[in-house]
């Protein structure tokens, strides 16, 4: 089978005023479709770079990130906006919603831009918020908010999910809503979803771990089968 | 495809807009105001340009005029040959005093001849009301429209007039319009005064009867071919004429009435260019603090849409379209207002410029670009910051910005901090962060200031060449000018009429005057040793005696010919014996009026080779028996004109007095508008980065007021660095006004009045208070959780 992701010696420098910061220092993975993986790790290991390099928000200083046979380091600017449109999904821990618009048109925000996407109303429906449609993001409760940003993340058919800290920002019983939807979704349409959490317990629903220290892949375990969203406490 | 893409992002948009409403109509006003002006000015510019080139053409406007004493009609038949020639129009042209019920002094009027049979073939007349003349008809007239209004003439009436001492009562046989009286103003007259000074034409066989010029003429009109050199026309003229007293010709660019036509068209292109630059430039600025604050209030926005797959294009369109909804908003309003206004000056310019129909045309180009500019204005203030946060990658922009740097002021690093209190500092702190957008505040807030006091500056400076002309120099409360200059007799007889405390002769003679190869046509007026009436006066406005032998000139002349005092001039008189000579410069004089020369009187009846001639006497009169002086004069059949000084001040400032305080509505409105705009949108932004450190600060435990302050004193410090620059700003822009519309026939002076300054000021201040107290309405609701909640 041929892997969604197959990632080369990813490496991402930055210049911070006069010192280099190695967020990547040569990360190698291969990923399969329908996989959901936790990235584990401490503030700084170089998790959100990885993931922002792969849903290509950021471009790397070396190595190679071949997605369904093209690499991504080699795309314009203007193709790696049509990657994002087109394949991933993203959610952030800040939900970041447009304030001034309702959750649909938060939706309708991609399915506006994307081929052969799902109704914004479905898309709503899926992450059960089909009553609140017509709400602004600030009437609405911060897991609803997500729920809203998975909603606009998946609508697209998405092959890539990406999520950032999604719960970081909730209480545990909000936590294991959206962690549901997340995991629902990648049941339910085969997407590839990669999640970035300090939370070690989400651990349990992955099919498999990969800690992070110092920008490289420090230890990588697989589980055996996948704790159900509900059964995950913390 | 594109719009049907961006539905939901237009619909952002929308909010965007409506929430920032205020600000957007702020600056979309400003906007409003240029553009109101450019489709006002240039709408009206065109209807003028239009009227005037059909008016022209149709009437058969002349190209070349010249004045002579008296030449016999086989002269007009020889000019017909000069080459470029194509019609000749020679014509009588007189003088003449009217007695018209209502006006203690008699009224001046021209009389023009027309043919006795059939339309001249120049200078044709455009019948208002009534009839034309009949054939050889004799006893009766037409009148210019001007003048039938001011007296209420009406076909039928009768007018009472002196022509060449005899008295005559001529009926009104209809109204008219001419093109060389578009602009009526009598001779040496500042403003049109079309109660003193009418146009008349009578039929030519009654009026060489009555000025004894039976196959003769007296002024002549030409029309060139289109490839006539008119430099040659006018030499040749000048040749033949010569022997005839023949004044020196000139072109139609010369020619008074189409001379202020065209200076007023002039001044409504510079009115088109200038103000909507300003306004404009304004405009660019405030869009751009709102459009920065607004990319920064929605970095995220922006990287999460870009996360979501909208590319660069998508980000920079949308912000353009923000910029684009409040450029189209202020140009619709523009154009609505430019063309109301268009509409009312052009109205307004109907009643100074008698064209036989005036009627404002929208011109649909005028409106368009008026458009456009609105667009490359919001365009060129914004375009940096769109482009950069479309750039702006995606991973980068979901970052919350840096915290801003701040630094040591340099108020602290001088050490004198000890004397600002810790709010104090704070404001300075944020001034001085952002120095370039300071530096805008301050130049637009001054700007506003600038604007005003440049426009208002007119009436300050008129009111000072009034003083000038009317107290210092041209003392007289009448000037009774004769037909032919008269021996000193005349001016004992005008010193025994009722109530003439003191008369003193007047002299004036037509000129030319040449230095290398420079050349101008003008009067020399002969000044009166000790004399009290007539005087010049230094730049120090200190009366001057011309010395016994040499010419004085008027500043303007001076500049005119690149002459300076001890340099020599040619004369050439152009009256009686046409004397010539070489005389040294001995003093440059002040004045507003004219480009004029002076010289001692006795030297000047020495040059004319006369003894102590009179062509007008100027006189103080004891106001209680000014009526009865004037009614002597009326039945005089030797005045040609007289000029009352009294009323030609009043004329004065009834006709700009009315303009002026249009205007000056006008200058408040557009100066309170760029300052509430600069103001209202540099507070707004300022609240808007701040509402959370501001709210810490409440939480910390400071009051309302001083959070106010420390927010509305940086505006504060805004304005107080504006006023001075305003200021003098705005004394730069009069003194950039005063050099544009220095002309040959008046200078206006940079004079701007303290109270002009204080009223500006109070406008900008008004205005600041105004936008001040919106925003302070939004400090005393500033609430303190949910903004330190968000984090932005």
């Known amino acids: 089978m041929t892997p969604v992701f197959d990632i080369r010696g990813l490496t991402k420098t930055y210049a911070m005023g006069e010192t280099v910061v190695r967020a990547l220092r040569g990360v190698d993975l291969r990923v399969e479709a329908g996989e959901l993986i936790v990235l584990l790790g401490p503030s700084g290991s170089g998790k959100s770079t990885f993931l922002n390099i792969v849903g290509g928000l950021d471009v790397p200083s070396e190595g190679q990130v071949i997605f369904e046979g093209r690499d991504l380091s080699s795309l314009s600017e203007d193709e790696l906006t049509f990657y994002r449109r087109n394949h991933v999904g993203f959610v952030f821990q800040a939900y970041n919603l447009v304030p001034s618009l309702t959750a649909k048109e938060n939706v309708d925000l991609v399915t506006e831009i994307t081929p052969n996407p799902l109704s914004s109303v479905e898309a709503l429906s899926l992450v059960g918020l089909g009553e609140r449609i017509n709400h602004f993001p600030a009437q609405l409760s911060g897991g609803e908010q997500q729920r809203v940003a998975i909603a606009r993340a998946i609508a697209k058919r998405p092959a890539v999910l990406l999520c950032d800290e999604p719960t970081g920002a909730l209480d545990h019983t909000t936590g294991i809503v959206v962690l549901e939807a997340i995991a629902d979704v990648n049941m339910r349409f085969q997407t590839t979803t990669m999640i970035i959490t300090h939370n070690a317990a989400i651990a349990a629903m992955a099919d498999r771990v990969l800690h992070f220290a110092d920008g490289r892949i420090a230890r990588e375990e697989k589980n055996a089968s996948r704790a159900l969203a509900s059964e995950v406490t913390w | ?792």
């Open chain 2, 1 to 792: 495809m594109v719009s049907w893409r961006l539905r939901t992002l237009d619909r952002k948009l929308m909010r965007d807009l409506w929430r920032l409403k205020f600000q957007a109509l702020a600056i979309a006003l400003v906007m409003a105001c240029g553009i109101s002006t450019y489709i006002m000015s240039m709408g009206t510019l065109h209807s003028l340009t239009e009227t005037r080139d059909i008016y022209y053409d149709r009437y058969r406007f002349a190209d070349v005029f010249a004045a002579l004493k008296r030449a016999p009609l086989s002269v007009a038949e020889r000019i017909a040959d000069v080459p470029g020639v194509m019609t000749v129009y020679p014509r009588v042209v007189f003088g003449a005093t009217l007695d018209m019920p209502g006006l203690d002094e008699p009224a001046t009027a021209r009389i023009i001849s027309v043919p006795d049979m059939g339309e001249p073939p120049l200078n044709v007349v455009h019948l208002r009301r009534g009839r034309m003349l009949e054939p050889r008809e004799t006893d009766a007239v037409l009148v210019g429209e001007a003048f039938a209004e001011k007296h209420n003439l009406n076909p039928g009436d009768r007018v009472t007039m002196v022509i060449n001492g005899h008295k005559r009562t001529p009926m009104i046989a209809g109204i008219v319009l001419t093109p060389e009286y578009v602009f009526s103003i009598a001779p040496g007259g500042l403003m049109p005064d079309d109660k003193r000074f009418g146009v008349f034409w009578m039929s030519r066989q009654a009026l060489e009867a009555a000025v004894n010029m039976d196959g003769a003429f007296n002024d002549l009109s030409l029309k060139l071919t289109h490839t006539a050199q008119v430099k040659n026309v006018l030499d040749a003229v000048d040749l033949e004429l010569a022997p005839y007293g023949g004044l020196v010709a000139y072109e139609r660019a010369d020619q008074l009435s189409n001379w202020f036509l065209s200076g007023e068209l002039d001044q409504l292109k510079v009115m088109a260019t200038v103000s909507p630059a300003i306004f404009l430039s304004v405009a660019a600025f405030l869009l751009h603090i709102v459009l920065v604050r607004l990319i920064a209030t929605e970095r995220e926005q922006i990287g999460t849409l870009k996360a979501l797959g909208y590319g660069n294009r998508a980000i920079a369109l949308h912000y353009l379209k923000f910029i684009a909804v409040i450029a189209l908003l202020g140009a619709l309003m523009g154009a609505v207002a430019g063309y109301i206004l268009g509409k009312n000056l052009t109205g307004l310019y109907a009643s100074f410029y008698r064209f036989p129909m005036l009627t404002y045309e929208i011109v649909p180009r005028v409106f368009i670009e008026g458009a456009l500019f609105c667009i490359i204005a919001g365009f060129s203030g914004t375009l940096v910051p769109v482009v950069r946060a479309s750039r702006l990658p995606p991973a980068v922009a979901m970052r919350p910005a840096a915290p801003p740097s701040f630094r040591q002021t340099l108020v602290e690093r001088l050490g004198l901090e000890r004397w600002f209190s810790q709010p104090a500092r704070i404001i300075l702190r944020h001034l001085e962060r952002r120095p370039v957008r300071f530096a805008f505040s301050v130049a637009g807030v001054g700007m506003a200031l600038a604007i005003y006091v440049g426009s208002s500056f007119v009436v300050d400076a008129l009111d000072y060449l009034l003083e000038v002309q009317y107290d210092i120099t041209d003392r007289q409360d009448a000037l009774v000018t004769f037909v032919e200059t008269r021996g000193s007799r005349a001016l004992e007889e005008v010193r025994g009429l009722p109530g003439v405390m003191r008369a003193e002769p007047g002299r004036m003679v037509a000129a030319r005057l040449k230095a290398g190869p420079r050349e101008e046509r003008t009067s020399i007026t002969g000044i009166l040793p000790g004399g009290e009436l007539q005087r010049v006066i230094d730049d120090k406005l200190r009366a001057v005696t011309p010395p016994e032998s040499g010419l004085v000139l008027g500043r303007k002349l001076a500049e005119l010919l690149e002459v300076r005092a001890g340099d020599p001039v040619e004369v050439e008189v152009l009256e009686d014996r046409r004397p010539k000579a070489t005389l040294l410069v001995t003093a440059i004089v002040e004045g507003f009026i004219g480009a004029r020369a002076f010289m001692d009187i006795n030297a000047l009846h020495r040059l004319m080779y006369e003894g102590p001639n009179v062509s007008a006497v100027a006189v103080s009169l004891d106001a209680r028996e000014a009526a009865g002086f004037f009614a002597q004069l009326k039945e005089s059949p030797l005045v040609a004109s007289v000029l009352r000084t009294e009323a030609a001040r009043k004329n004065f400032d009834e006709t700009m007095g009315e303009n002026m305080r249009t205007m000056t509505l006008f200058h408040i409105f557009f100066a309170g508008l760029i300052a509430f705009g600069v103001v209202y949108n540099t507070v707004r932004v300022a609240f808007s980065e701040r509402s959370r450190e501001l709210a810490s600060l409440r939480v910390i435990g400071l009051t309302r007021g001083e959070v106010g302050y420390i927010l509305l004193g940086e505006i504060g410090v805004v304005v107080l660095l504006a006023l001075p620059i305003g200021c003098a700003g705005g004394y730069g822009v009069a003194a950039a006004l005063s050099a544009a519309l220095d002309t040959e026939l008046y200078r206006i002076p940079t004079i701007v009045a303290p109270m002009t300054y204080a009223h500006a000021i109070l406008v900008v201040v008004t205005a600041t208070l105004i936008s001040s107290w919106t925003v302070w309405r939004n400090i005393r609701h500033l609430d303190l959780v949910s903004v330190l909640k968000t984090r932005d």
